[in-house]
């Protein structure tokens, strides 16, 4: 493997740990029923079951980074679908007019999804 190769081997395995780990961290916390998630859930007038299922995502996308370290189409997929879910995030704190500071961790995972999918766009078959 090329010095380039290896250099971008080991960013995504970061770009992915980092996804990874924020679908995690964020997933669990709505299913626990952590005290921000149910603000956050009430404040973009969501109702509290769709925390619960969006936890249940995270969670299911957490494990699709996790298989995407041996099947790189994994990641791929799950960029786009973490991507999609932290779009709809976007809206949804953007609709209820939240501060940026509230927005940010969804525009950060935005960016790093498309990293993921980006450096494993040509694993991807439909």
Not at 53 to 70: C, D, M, P
Request: net charge positive.
């Amino acid at each position: 493997m090329t010095k380039r190769g290896i250099q971008m081997h080991i960013l995504s395995i970061v770009l992915q740990s980092w996804l990874l780990f924020s679908m995690v961290f964020f997933g669990v916390s709505k299913l626990t029923g952590a005290k921000h998630q149910v603000e956050l859930f009430d404040s973009i007038k969501f109702p509290q079951w769709f925390r619960g299922v969006t936890g249940i995502v995270q969670v299911a996308a957490a494990a699709g980074l996790i298989i995407g370290y041996w099947y790189p189409a994994f990641a791929a997929w799950t960029g786009i679908g973490v991507g999609i879910m932290m779009l709809i995030a976007v809206l949804s704190h953007v609709r209820v007019k939240h501060s940026f500071g509230k927005v940010f961790p969804a525009v950060l995972n935005i960016a790093i999804a498309v990293a993921v999918l980006l450096l494993f766009a040509d694993e991807l078959s439909l």
